[in-house]
């Protein structure tokens, strides 16, 4: 591992230490499935200490990693006066409140994500309980019954606790080399903030806007009532900021915020004509449409998907669905709890 420039065509996944401006680095660390193999965080010297966006999965070879990419910086944990972090999702906050309680820096994080982490570390509430539920709601029942049996949740109370400060975007974050601003980005998850150094020029976009793959939309144990449609209104907000390069949280470091905003936003719109022209055909539920469907880059069905992806693509495809009933595209009712759309 050594420190080096930043190369956007290498392998963004290759352990190291990647400056992108100056006294600013990228550290992808692992994670522990084949989907997303790794989650950048990003260093900037702050004064006589460091400031981390992001701060990785609680796991030992992540913790790893990162401890040996602060040494190429001449820096240790104890330098790490505060993690910024975009959103709740653990890849992205938990090796955060494991450093904590070693090393005392402060953690922040959006105070929409409060409703999500204290579900979180609720006792009553079982790993998956949610997700499941809107499973069911989209007419995936069986789907939900894979879930639970077969996909392992790897979840650990004991990872989450309350950050020190509760982010209230927008707003602005005084630094050692200057201010940061912060700016709310709803939809991935309800407290979802994005970060951005004027000074650097550089807009920390967390999972918000990634160059390569499209977010997941409410995936959190407390949903929105119209995710999309908060992640839509989201990256129009995005949009209509300067432009500036783009650090994402999975993902090489890209040119233009504006320019992977705009694909993005086409990206739904395509969506979003391709749902409706499914339930024409035919489909009405979540699960009927998403079938109808092609999925990734490599067009593949729904079943050709892993049990987890397929429950992503259905419950995806219901927030589709909901923006076109709000729209007055298409009615909703429901049937034993399970949404039926159809053409209004």
């Known amino acids: 591992m050594t420190v080096r420039p930043d190369d956007p065509d290498a392998d963004w996944t290759e352990p190291g230490v990647y400056e992108v401006a100056p006294e600013l680095y990228r550290i992808p660390l692992p994670l522990p499935h084949d989907s997303l193999r790794a989650v950048n965080v990003y260093a900037a010297r702050d004064g006589e200490g460091l400031v981390l966006v992001d701060s990785g999965w609680a796991l030992t070879e992540a913790r790893d990693t990162l401890e040996r990419a602060l040494k190429l910086l001449d820096a240790g944990f104890a330098d790490v006066r505060r993690f910024l972090v975009t959103h709740v999702h653990r890849d992205h906050y938990t090796l955060a409140v494991a450093l904590r309680r070693d090393f005392g820096m402060r953690v ?128 129009r907000l995005v949009r209509a900021l300067p432009d500036r390069r783009l650090l994402p949280a999975h993902g090489p470091v890209a040119p233009s915020v504006h320019q992977r905003v705009d694909e993005l936003i086409d990206h739904h719109d395509l969506r979003l004509r391709q749902i409706l022209d499914a339930v024409r055909a035919g489909a009405g539920t979540a699960d009927e449409a998403a079938r109808r469907l092609r999925w990734t880059r490599r067009g593949c ?28 595209r298409l009615r909703r009712t429901e049937d034993d709890g399970v949404r039926q759309y159809a053409l209004a």
């Open 108 to 235: 922040s994080l959006g105070r929409g994500e409060a409703a999500t982490l204290a579900r979180t570390r609720d006792l009553e509430f079982a790993p998956w309980t949610e997700f499941a539920a809107q499973l069911r709601r989209g007419g995936a029942d069986a789907l939900a019954r894979k879930l639970v049996e077969s996909v392992p949740s790897d979840y650990d109370r004991g990872d989450w606790a309350d950050p020190d400060d509760w982010l209230d975007p927008p707003g602005e974050i005084a630094m050692a080399g200057g201010t940061w601003q912060m700016h709310p980005t709803p939809g991935h998850t309800q407290g979802h903030v994005v970060f951005v150094d004027p000074v650097r020029d550089v807009m920390f976009a967390g999972d918000h806007v990634l160059p390569r793959i499209t977010p997941s939309i409410g995936f959190e144990p407390a949903p929105a009532t119209l995710p999309l449609a908060d992640y839509l209104d989201s990256l």
């Open 301 to 328: 069905w729904l079943v050709e998907l892993d049990t987890f992806s397929q429950c992503l693509a259905v419950t995806e495809t219901m927030a589709h669905l909901d923006v076109l009933t709000v729209a007055g």
